[in-house]
Every structure is written in C-alpha cells, then in structure tokens.
C-alpha cells in the first residue's frame, strides 16, 4: 500500500502530525468547526432563523407577522468622518436603546447589513408596529448621538414596515419589502417611516373591524 495513503502512526498524515508537534486527537479540518456548538451564528443566519421561527408561529396561529427594518441615515458619510470604531460603538448604543422597547421578551433586535437592525414579530398588529417605531425613533432623537455629517446634527434611523399574514411555506418577501421600505424612507429625508401591507384587501377590512 501506497504509504501517502496509510492511516495510523506509520501513515504519511501521522509523520505530518509528529513534525508540527500534534497528537492523534486533533480532530480532522472542518470537524470541530462544524460541532463547535461556542460557534457564533452569522447575522444573516440568526435573520433568517428568526424570520423561519416568526414565519410558522403566525401560520399557525393564523395572525399578522410584521418586520421592521431600520438603519442608520448617511451612514456612508458618518463612516468617512468617525471611523470605523465610532460606527460600532453607536451601532451597540442603537441596539441598547431599542431591546428594552420592545414589547415582549423573546423579541429580539438583530444587526442587519453594515448599519441597519431588523425586528421580526409576528401578532403584532401594524398598529402597534407603527406606536413602537415612533418610540424608537423618540428614544433614538433623546440619545442625541452628534453626527456632523447630517443636518439634523444627530444619528437618526430611517424605518422600514412590512406586513402580511403569513401561509404555506416560508416567503421571504415580506423581509425584502421591509428592506425597500427603508430605501423609500431614506429618499424621503431623515428619519421616516415608509409601511408596505402585503395583506390583500378583504383581510385588511376584516383585521380593521
């Protein structure tokens, strides 16, 4: 047998192993990456569980599943003038004013993309979406973070809402939507608020009354 190929002590793999000083116990590479259970989820994979968890629990229940995307105004600008680790430390700040608005605890606040959070709900009516991202916006204008590179002198985040009542499997959509709900906003000014209702209209009258 080819010894390149042997397994065991005399292997080629087992020579490689004694010159950089390893034991037999080191796992092979990619297995305790994989069973790290210390590993940290990447953002777009915590988004996208919360969004699968708030997606089935709305279907079952037959309720409204909201989302609210936000993120910061001028980031770009703010960037160039403070830096990365000023970015950071108001980012953290934006995300210790929000979680304690939040109306129940297994809601959670969630960094998406380079300057932005998302807030995955479901039974949440719009209404009440609509009350918690006017006192987002409120908490966010009494921290009073200065950015010079704004008009309003301050760090504001401009709002995305979407809305839908969720069936059948798992349509991402409604997370888009949010996301270009934000873009409208920020077209418009600083820190607004734009809503998308993917609710067809004989849902939205019944959800009225």
């Known amino acids: 047998m080819n010894r390149v190929t042997m397994s065991g002590k005399d292997g080629f793999w087992a020579r490689v192993r004694s010159v950089l000083g390893r034991s037999d116990a080191v796992p092979a590479y990619g297995q305790s990456a994989i069973s790290n259970p210390q590993k940290k989820t990447r953002p777009a994979q ?10 089935t629990e709305a279907g079952q229940r037959n309720v409204s599943l909201c989302i609210l995307a ?22 953290d700040r934006l995300m210790e004013t929000i979680q304690p608005l939040l109306p129940r605890d297994n809601l959670r606040c969630l960094r ?20 918690l991202a006017s006192r987002i916006a409120k908490a966010v204008r009494q921290e009073a973070m200065p950015n010079r590179e704004s008009h309003a002198g301050q760090v504001t985040l401009s709002m995305g809402l979407a809305v839908t009542n969720p069936q059948g499997g798992l349509d991402r959509t409604v997370l888009h939507n949010a996301n270009q709900a934000v873009k409208r906003a920020q077209r418009r000014g600083l820190a607004r608020l734009e ?11 019944s959800k009225a009354a």
């Open 112 to 131: 998406q993309g380079r300057a932005g959070f998302v807030l995955i709900m479901p039974d949440m009516p719009v209404l009440m979406a609509r009350e």
């Open 70 to 91: 936000m993120e910061m105004d001028r980031y770009t600008e703010y960037f160039a003038a403070y830096g990365r680790d000023a970015v950071e430390l108001s980012l």
């Open 46 to 55: 915590r988004i996208d569980e919360e969004l699968r968890r708030g997606w």
């Open 195 to 205: 809503v998308t209702d993917m609710r067809g209209k004989p849902e939205r009258r």
